[in-house]
């Protein structure tokens, strides 16, 4: 996530748009304390609204849980992975040497 500050929005504002436009989530601090937080625009935020456009996002970029995400969502985990599963978000994060090192296991 992105921070600007209150000057930065009249000087990079410019910034902040295409952070949007990139889909990142951008939060906007005045004096080292959050004001705002600026959502992408998106499919998402159109179909499932901007509480549950925002968990996505919150979850996607490792800010939230998945249950917390879920949760701000205001949503069962099942309905919110459903949610993630059609747009094509990976529900679990494992890393590729993890999961080598699970196979090498089975395989003893």
Known sequence: MHTFSIRDLRERSDDLIRNAEAGHLSLVAEQGHPV??????????????????????LFEENVLSLGRAAQFAGMSTETFMDVLGALGIAVIDYPAADLADEVAGFSK
């Open 36 to 57: 705002f937080v600026a959502v992408p625009f998106d499919d998402t935020t159109l179909s499932k609204g901007v509480t549950a456009s925002l968990a996505v996002k």
